[in-house]
């Protein structure tokens, strides 16, 4: 990597340096982002060196170039040794280093204890990244120019670079502090670009939190401010009529019978596998038989669906809007909410859940005992009567809230600390029930997943509940606000986090405060740059909330200031520009009018509409109107890139081969469940 007038430059990756991205990306894509200040696992912890190794000083292998004159050897061995003590003089962190230097045209052989750092010159330099530890073994830093000395004007100081670097091979990401909207600041160390003179107190508290000192914890001697970064709730349309209350009641009704009669489509195929029919039952869609039972109970249910909820009455739709953009609930076409999770429909979305359960318990297991089969069976029915009964604590709850018999207070949120104690209790028994189906014997291969039964029972029913009573005041917590504690005397930043980063939805946790009085800054992602390749980049906020400065509050040492639930004013989904060719060459547009630049029959049409508002990430859950030969995908910023996250465009790309002026319409949703529609009008000329 090149430092060049303070900026990371990437030259080559290389194998080693797409396999370390790989390897992490794959560790992390699945989870909300966490925070900027560490490498984080699936369940949230960090990935740092073993306390094991850190007990001990970590061994720092120098391998020295042989190319390599012993005089810059000898200075940037000074300037690492600086770098490392730098970080291990920090008292509220405890890590200690000691360096082996081997001087070698080709690697010297490398403990995975020990923390690789590559010195050559500058010539030979093609990547300078630190790559941060993996499975609790040091990371590397290649490559350290031992003739940085000689760089030119513009250069960033090596002494920096080698701080910030080695940072990263101790599991620090990069710091969420930028000078996009605090110029005068005194940057952060991990800031993206090294400019820094020395560590901040960000620094300081990034570390310290890797690896604690437990003679002097960092919370001891500062203080800290904590809370949550939710949604407000206006966001949702509110259904208020009887067709539509009869609606969601249907629906709810109708999918959670389907996952019951699904799960006997599949049982009875493999009742017949095990009477020596040639079935596969696992896999639906390579068994006639089993694909027809399972159809047959999906047409049943969608036309059930259908009575419930399509049409009108009394001249006003019978679907929730926040359920579909058409309020018909076509089940044909799929709910809007459902679109969002991936599938087309509910009935779709039942048929995967009966079958991952299914295959889950009735697993492939030849020895297993008649005894074992039995089980199998009886778990796997009482699997989808508890699914069956808790869905049935949350419809009657949320029967309740719309008739205005729920207690003051209390609410249908599933996970929420405020949920109805009737309907906590009626959950608690529903599981006490079902647990009394897990005392008989299950075959090894299915009591493996046994312990995860619970929540594969509760998850997705509560998820469904959520997404069906689209009109509950709902408690949306939020990743990815850029969260920092501004001194109220100087104006400076502090420390900041991601929201996400304490380990619960939303959290947020400022430690590290030295004793005085900060104001608490909410930012989206255009307040900062650099890449972030440990956090899902569509997730962070951006281009969705004004920024918003709470406080002041007064910290000492010691001190731990819970705020409590925070409301992030998010904007309602919308347009607000549009660009050509790609999505940066912006034009004088007036969005408001709804009208796209014109197109020309046959000729290739590329404009990006920037979107502004909603929850990110955001979903593009229909069009129509588009005219033939072009399409429209909604697109974000990707993984290793210097673009701010969260930032979302609608891209229609093709060339048309309609004339004439089309109407569009294109649907959203954002991650919070709100829908919107955004209509916009295209001329093609001939």
Known sequence: MRWVNGTERRRGYGRLRCWLIGVAWLAVSQVPARGFELLRLPDGTPSLISPTLTAAP??????????????????????IRAALDRWQGIPTARIRFVITTVRSPTQPPRAREQLLVVVANLAQLT?????????????????????????????????????????HTLGLMHSSIDDLLFPAAPLPIMYFAARSTGLTQDDVAALSLAYPNPALPLGQVTGTLEGTCVTPTPLRTTPTTPAERSCQQAVASASSHLGRAEIGCLLACDAA?????????????????????????????????????????????????????????????????????????????????????????????????????????????????????????????????QDGTLPTGANCVPGDEHLDGATGACMTARLDA??????????????????????????????????LYCDAVLRTPLAGVNVVAVDHGTGMPVVARLSGAAGAPGGFRIIGLP????????????????????????????????????????????????LGDVTVPIEPLSADRVSIGNRYNYQPFDLGSGVLPQATRGVTYARWIHLRGGVRPLSLVGVTGLPSGLSATLEAPSGYSNDPYGQAWIRIVGAPEDEGTHSMRFDLRDMSGALASLPLALSVLP
């Not at 490559?143 to 513009?154: L, V």
């Open 58 to 79: 970590i061994e720092v292998l120098l391998w020295v170039r042989n190319n390599v004159t012993l005089d810059d050897q000898a200075w940037i061995t000074g300037v």
């Open 127 to 167: 990547s300078g990244g630190g790559f941060p530890p993996l499975g609790g073994f040091p990371g590397t830093w290649l490559w350290a120019a031992a003739d940085w000395r000689n760089c030119g004007p513009g250069c960033s100081s090596m002494d920096v670079i080698a701080t910030h670097e080695l940072g």
């Open 273 to 401: 596998r095990r009477a020596g029919a040639r079935r596969r039952c696992a896999a639906s869609d390579d068994d006639p038989k089993t694909q027809r039972c399972l159809v047959r109970h999906e047409k049943a249910t969608m036309r059930r669906v259908a009575r419930s909820c399509g049409g009108t009455s009394n001249g006003a739709p019978r679907c929730p809007a926040c359920l579909d953009a058409d309020r018909d609930c076509d089940p044909d076409h799929g709910f809007g909410a459902w679109l969002s999770a991936g599938f087309d429909r509910p009935a779709l979305m039942e048929r995967r859940r009966a079958e991952s359960l299914f295959a889950a318990l009735t697993c492939n297991s030849p020895g297993a005992s008649p005894a074992e089969r039995r089980c199998r069976r009886t778990v796997l029915i009482a699997s989808v009567a508890a699914s069956r009964a808790i869905r049935s604590c949350f419809q009657t709850c949320n029967e309740r809230r």
């Open 434 to 467: 079902f647990a009394s189906a897990l005392s008989c014997p299950l075959p090894a291969c299915a009591a493996k997943v046994a312990a995860r039964l619970p929540s594969l029972i509760t998850e997705p029913a509560a998820r469904d509940q959520r997404l």
């Open 515 to 562: 004793t005085g009085s900060y104001d608490l800054h909410l930012l989206g992602g255009t307040s900062f740059r650099g890449s972030y390749p440990m956090a899902q980049p569509e997730r962070i906020q951006s281009d969705n909330f004004p920024p918003t400065v709470l406080g002041p509050y007064s910290v000492a040492a010691g001190d731990v200031l819970d």
